[in-house]
């Protein structure tokens, strides 16, 4: 049993680059969410999803694109990288709802120069 | 409004001896309570979960948290520390969506 997994683990681009980083589950969970993380500021929620096609804005969603068109992916696009995205990125999902128990991803550690 | 606050963001505790990690909730209806481990280089992991069934939840390698409704409180507790309990915790109020506390980086001395 996968669970949830997400790629690349790290990640170093540069400033104005398109940077994805994926995620997948194996679940079939109907809710997946994105969230960053930094010192000082703890988890920050970027985007979730309540289904294929549903995606909704969190707390920082500035400068992230998110899409689902298959329920087991949930990618994260960064049209245009800049340095105060620099942090630690986590997937996470949640079988029933935005409340219900969410489990997550190893994470990605993205730099950007 | 739901919030949440771990009053402590540095806990030290010798090997064997007991660990208590704090946190007070608001929420202004009967919450979900969780405990989430984060290991270095680590996502999080669920430690354990309160959903207004018993008020004392046993999670897993030993932890558990008791809810007080009138302390407002969800305070974490293991009687033993071991070296590898040595990581961040995170206490989370789910009311609708997550919305976790700070964080408490617990270091075990050997």
């Known amino acids: 049993d996968a669970g949830i997994t997400q790629s690349p683990r790290y990640k170093i681009t540069e400033t104005g680059r398109q940077v994805t980083l994926m995620c997948h589950q194996t679940?079939?969970?109907?809710?997946m969410f994105w969230y960053r993380q930094d010192l000082g500021h703890g988890l920050r929620l970027i985007y979730y999803s309540a289904a294929a096609d549903i995606t909704d804005k969190g707390e920082v969603p500035d400068g992230y694109v998110v899409s689902r068109s298959k329920t087991e992916n949930f990618p994260l696009t960064l049209e245009s990288a800049t340095r105060s995205q620099t942090s630690v990125y986590f997937c996470?999902?949640?079988?029933?709802?935005?409340?219900?128990?969410?489990?997550f991803g190893p994470g990605t550690r993205l730099t950007v120069l | 409004a739901q919030s949440v606050t771990q009053l402590d963001s540095h806990v030290s505790v010798s090997e064997g001896t007991p660990v208590l990690l704090r946190c007070n909730y608001s929420?202004?209806?009967?919450?979900?309570l969780f405990w989430y481990v984060q290991h270095p280089n680590k996502g999080l992991q669920l430690l354990l979960k309160?959903?207004?069934?018993?008020?004392l939840v046993k999670g897993i390698n030993g932890f558990e948290a008791e809810f007080k409704k009138s302390e407002t409180s969800f305070h974490l507790t293991k009687p033993s520390a071991h070296m590898s309990d040595a990581a961040e915790y995170f206490c989370v109020v789910s009311g609708g969506q997550f919305y976790f506390g700070t964080g408490t980086s617990l270091t075990v001395i050997p």
């Open positions: 929420s202004s209806y009967s919450p979900s």
């Open positions: 309160y959903t207004s069934a018993a008020t």
């Open positions: 679940w079939s969970h109907s809710y």
């Open positions: 996470a999902s949640a079988r029933t709802g935005r409340g219900d128990t969410q489990y």
